[in-house]
Nanobody, 116 residues
């Protein structure tokens, strides 16, 4: 059974940091490109960051470049999102995604709230 379980969300002040984790099971993790998406209230889900099967291949939304870092540990079947210098507009539910060939899996999401 495929599972993607996100953890690490929470409430943080502007300028603060959070590290999200997504633990995967039920598929060959190293074969899959992994991404983080987010969805704010009233807005469409958007891609935040992507990391290919080769760890050096990453891509970021312009809004998070220089502040967020995506990484993966294939030995632990886990993808991370380090979020620094958080802004009010980063408030959203963050979702983990795994994609390869016909496989496209989503986690349940974790809430990130940036508030003073």
């Amino acid at each position: 059974q495929v599972q993607l379980v996100e953890t690490g969300g929470g409430l943080v002040q502007p300028g603060g940091s959070l590290r999200l984790s997504c633990k995967a099971s039920g598929f060959i993790f190293s074969w899959y490109a992994m991404s983080w998406y987010r969805q704010a209230p009233g807005k469409e889900r958007e891609l935040v960051a992507l990391i290919a099967t080769v760890e050096s291949n990453t891509n970021y939304a312009d809004s998070v470049k220089g502040r967020f870092t995506i990484s993966r540990d294939n030995a632990k079947n886990t993808v991370y999102l380090q979020m620094n210098s958080l802004k009010f507009e980063d408030t959203a539910v963050y979702y983990c995604n795994a994609r390869w060939a016909s496989g496209n899996y989503w986690g349940q999401g974790t809430q990130v709230t940036v508030s003073s």
